[in-house]
């Protein structure tokens, strides 16, 4: 995936409060993996002192805990993240902003592809996994089983037992199971994948025949464990 595809937008919407007192100023925090700045303080701008009876910017807790889960998805994802407070940007700016047109609810987190979450609500793992497809870090391969009638549940619990296994499906035509498998990267290739099927499953006496797909490149939606 382009580098480019790789950038996410994060609108948030800060309180504003006049305070009454003189607070000195403090440098946000910077996210050294995405160059961002960190959740809570990024969306507040560059630090200046206030004086008496001047406005304060504050992210809401609920605001503040869904951009540190974007920053922490986006890290773990290989997505670098900008954060924009629509409360220090200009009026003008934020009216033809195309992004924000029809927004009702902050935050709201634009992906390069142009999908979005609004609302709180919305910042789930799975959500945010969903927005932020990835490469897989792992080998992937599938295989189907074709197995002489006998005890499926021991068959099972064989196939089960296997760390490299993380998915069963029992199916119905050709062929009578479809497995998962998984492989750290860097430890496993085709070869080593066939090899596993062909040593390890294929041991098993109940199993007649294997066919093996192992993809060339593989992307993820779901939340990486």
């Known amino acids: 995936m382009p580098e480019e595809s790789r950038e996410l937008t994060l609108y948030v919407q800060s309180k504003k409060a006049v305070t009454t007192f003189y607070r000195a100023p403090v440098a946000p925090a910077v996210s050294a993996a995405s160059g961002a700045l960190a959740p809570g303080t990024a969306a507040i701008g560059p630090p200046e002192p206030t004086a008496v009876g001047e406005p304060v910017y ?14 922490e998805i986006a890290k773990k994802r290989g997505y670098t993240l900008s954060v924009v407070d629509i409360e220090k940007v200009g009026r003008l700016e934020r009216i033809i902003t195309e992004h924000l047109r029809g927004v009702q609810k902050f935050p709201v987190l634009i992906s ?9 609500e919305q910042f789930t793992e799975e959500e945010l996994a969903e927005l932020m497809p990835t490469d897989l870090k792992s080998v992937r391969a599938f295989s189907y089983l074709k197995v002489r009638g006998g005890d499926l549940d021991r068959i099972r619990r064989l196939l089960e037992t296997l760390p490299e296994v ?27 994948v066939l090899d596993f099927v062909t040593e390890r499953i294929r041991g098993i006496p109940e199993i007649l025949d294997t066919s ?6 593989s992307l993820t939606k779901f939340p990486i464990v």
């Open 166 to 192: 993380k998915e069963l499906h029992f199916l119905t035509g050709d062929w009578d199971i479809l497995v998962v498998l998984d492989f750290e990267t860097g430890t496993s290739n085709k070869r080593r």
């Open 212 to 217: 093996t797909v192992v993809p060339e490149y």
């Open 112 to 120: 390069p592809l142009g999908g979005r979450l609004e609302g709180t």
């Open 58 to 71: 504050f992210l809401s807790d609920e605001q503040a805990r869904c951009a540190a889960m974007v920053e």
